[in-house]
Nanobody, 120 residues
Framework: QVQLVESGGGLVQAGGSLRLSCVASGSFSSINSMGWYRQAPGKQRELVALVTSGGGTNYADSVKGRFSISRDNAKNTVYLQMNNLKPEDTAVYYC??????????????WGQGTQVTVSS
């Protein structure tokens, strides 16, 4: 069983900052990619940022230059530093991890989500 537990969401004014954290726990060999998706009311879930086990990153165009993703492999933790937040960043943010369960089996896991609300 693998669990992803997020923290760090909340309410912030436009232009402010928040830092999200997500810790993976359970029985697994390692974690391939980790990252964050978000879903606003009435919209589909979308990628925010991903980081590979080697440190490669990928960002949505809408957050480039404002958000920064990082991970601590020793702690199985991924972080999302969000700066210059905008009202359109308001959404439930979900942690994602592609977990290596065995040498031949990988599986995607999701956190329960954390609300980020940006007021104008």
């Amino acid at each position: 069983q693998v669990q992803l537990v997020e923290s760090g969401g909340g309410l912030v004014q436009a232009g402010g900052s928040l830092r999200l954290s997500c810790v993976a726990s359970g029985s697994f060999s390692s974690i391939n990619s980790m990252g964050w998706y978000r879903q606003a009311p009435g919209k589909q879930r979308e990628l925010v940022a991903l980081v590979t086990s080697g440190g490669g990153t990928n960002y949505a165009d809408s957050v480039k230059g404002r958000f920064s993703i990082s991970r601590d492999n020793a702690k199985n933790t991924v972080y999302l530093q969000m700066n210059n937040l905008k009202p359109e960043d308001t959404a439930v943010y979900y942690c994602y991890a592609r977990v290596v369960l065995t040498p031949t089996l990988q599986y995607p896991y999701w956190g329960q989500g954390t609300q980020v609300t940006v007021s104008s």
